[in-house]
């Protein structure tokens, strides 16, 4: 989604088109969970999808840093948030119970897989090209 | 004494009382050149807004620009998910996705 989201943003999002509800999964583990976390505790500041993009942007450098937490905590400062309350909302654990009942609500819901979206509820299972989306979402387009 | 001659002398003094009035005002040493920078014909009239600045993280890995525009409406739904875009677009593009 690293490369289309922002194609989706430019083309629809900005234009009052779609709206992007983002649902996370956590069938990779712990890290992936800290990392939802980490992009909650940056909505507190007004900055969850800058967190999301930072992250996805650097996935690579996180997953080989030696300390996943210190790496979040230095995105969330290269962003501008405020580092002492990011990591004391991390600390604090505080999103791990919503974070993994959304979790498992969209394993209830059939999402086996990632990724996974849902255009007006018409589910569309693995990535996809932007040209893709943008041919779902104009047929829907009034 | 001839007419230039004394214009000559005339414009001397002018020039002498025009240095001497410049250094009374001026600081006893100046080490940088003045800041104010004279508009010439050739400086751009064109006014320009500056995009966002996007911020560059400086990580082991290669430089990454995160677009940070925060211009765009984002909130949350009943259940908690964060939703990026306009409450009441048409249409719902949700995203199933997993960190790493």
Same mark, same amino acid.
């Given at each position: 989604?690293?490369?289309?989201?922002?194609?989706?943003?430019?083309?629809?999002? *900005?234009?009052?088109?779609? *709206?992007?509800?983002?649902? +996370?999964?956590?069938?990779?583990?712990?890290?992936?969970?800290? !990392?939802?976390?980490?992009?909650?505790?940056?909505?507190?500041?007004?900055?969850?999808?800058?967190? *999301?993009?930072?992250?996805?942007?650097?996935?690579?450098?996180?997953?080989?840093?030696?300390?996943?937490?210190?790496?979040?905590?230095?995105?969330?400062?290269?962003?501008?948030?405020?580092?002492? !309350?990011?990591?004391?909302?991390?600390?604090?654990?505080?999103?791990?119970? +919503?974070?993994?009942?959304?979790?498992?609500?969209?394993?209830?819901?059939?999402? /086996?897989? *990632? +990724?996974?979206?849902?255009?007006?509820?018409?589910?569309?299972?693995?990535?996809?090209?932007?040209?893709?989306?943008?041919?779902? /979402?104009?047929?829907?387009?009034? | 004494?001839?007419?230039?001659?004394?214009?000559?002398?005339?414009?001397?003094? &002018? $020039?002498?009382? @025009?240095?001497?009035?410049?250094? &009374?005002?001026?600081?006893?040493?100046?080490?940088?050149?003045?800041?104010?920078i004279e508009p010439t014909r050739e400086a751009p009239t064109q006014t =320009?807004?500056?995009? %966002? =600045? %996007?911020?560059?993280?400086?990580? @082991?890995?290669?430089?990454? $620009? &995160?677009? =940070?525009?925060?211009?765009?409406?984002?909130?949350?739904? %009943?259940?908690?998910?964060?939703?990026?875009?306009?409450?009441?677009?048409?249409? =719902?593009?949700?995203?199933?996705?997993?960190?790493?």
């Open positions: 989604m690293l490369e289309v989201e922002p194609q989706l943003i430019d083309a629809y999002v *900005r234009t009052g088109k779609i *709206r992007i509800i983002v649902r +996370p999964l956590f069938q990779t583990g712990e890290d992936s969970l800290l !990392a939802a976390h980490a992009t909650e505790c940056a909505g507190e500041q007004q900055h969850y999808f800058a967190m *999301r993009t930072a992250i996805y942007a650097d996935q690579g450098g996180l997953f080989a840093a030696e300390s996943i937490t210190a790496g979040l905590s230095q995105r969330a400062q290269s962003i501008g948030l405020d580092g002492a !309350a990011f990591d004391s909302c991390m600390q604090s654990d505080k999103y791990r119970l +919503p974070l993994l009942t959304g979790y498992t609500r969209a394993k209830e819901a059939g999402i /086996i897989s *990632r +990724p996974v979206f849902e255009i007006n509820g018409q589910r569309i299972i693995g990535a996809r090209q932007f040209s893709e989306f943008a041919a779902i /979402i104009d047929q829907l387009t009034p | 004494m001839t007419i230039i001659r004394l214009l000559s002398m005339i414009i001397f003094t &002018v $020039v002498l009382a @025009n240095c001497g009035s410049q250094s &009374v005002g001026s600081p006893a040493a100046t080490p940088w050149p003045s800041a104010t =320009t807004i500056a995009a %966002p =600045t %996007p911020i560059v993280i400086a990580t @082991n890995e290669p430089i990454i $620009v &995160v677009n =940070t525009d925060d211009s765009l409406a984002s909130g949350l739904t %009943p259940e908690g998910y964060h939703v990026l875009g306009d409450m009441a677009a048409p249409i =719902t593009f949700v995203d199933y996705s997993d960190y790493f």
